[in-house]
């Protein structure tokens, strides 16, 4: 079954701190993997696109990561913001057009 | 540059009663459309996606239908609603390849 899970579930760091964020998944054959950030109330915004072949891309403070070995990717992200709290969601596509949405770890940055 | 919009931003509906949430986009031509659910705690679900006019692809059974009545407007629609309807729903649009989807802002929708 393809399948996205990403951790932790939920997040707290001090405004200024690095963190990292967890995404595993099952999807076979696989395309490429998204990352979104979705502030509360809101749509979902794109943060990176990666391929089979990319296993790094960086946008501004955030820097995914992709193993496609092992199906594992991070989004890191330095230097916390107020405004990096949201929640961050994972998600691959395989070789359709649909995407398989991960349930997303809730950041909190406090000052 | 492209936009997408979403009507209404919330919803509180009975029971029973019919649905309508429109979804429009501007600044392209031909796009891939889609309609996701966001229920609280869960993950986005794919409720419907759309390559051209009059094309609609459903993804679950449900109580919802969907419809392109123009290349850029989608519209999700409901006879009558159930107290499960209830959720976040997502209008989105995508092109080229690989495909980024942008997500319009939302509609809450509250079914009592």
């Not at chain 1, 993997?33 to 946008?59: A, C, H």
């Not at chain 2, 031509?29 to 889609?34: H, I, K, R, V, W």
Request: charged share 15%.
């Amino acid at each position: 079954k393809n399948q996205v899970e990403q951790s932790p579930q939920s997040l707290i760091i001090l405004e200024g701190k690095n963190c990292t964020l967890q995404c595993n998944y099952t999807v076979s054959p696989f395309s490429n993997l998204r990352w979104y950030k979705q502030d509360t109330g809101r749509g979902p915004v794109s943060l990176t696109i990666m391929t089979f072949s990319e296993n790094t891309k960086s946008n501004g403070r955030y820097t995914a990561t992709l193993d496609a070995d092992t199906k594992q990717s991070s989004l890191h992200i330095t230097a916390s913001q107020l405004s990096d709290s949201a929640s961050y969601i994972c998600v691959v596509q395989g070789n359709t057009d649909k995407l398989i949405f991960g349930t997303g770890t809730r950041l909190q940055v406090f000052p | 540059s492209q936009t997408i919009h979403q009507w209404p931003a919330t919803l509180v509906q009975p029971v029973g009663s019919p649905l309508s949430l429109e979804c429009t986009v501007e600044g392209t031509s031909n796009p891939n459309l889609y309609w996701y659910r966001q229920a609280a705690g869960r993950g986005l679900q794919l409720l419907f996606y759309s390559v051209g006019i009059g094309q609609i692809s459903s993804e679950v059974p449900q109580n919802l239908s969907a419809s392109r009545p123009q290349d850029r407007q989608f519209i999700l629609s409901s006879k009558k609603l159930l107290l499960s309807d209830s959720g976040f729903y997502l209008c989105a649009w995508s092109w080229g390849a690989p495909e980024t989807q942008y997500f319009g802002p939302g509609t809450r929708l509250l079914v009592l």
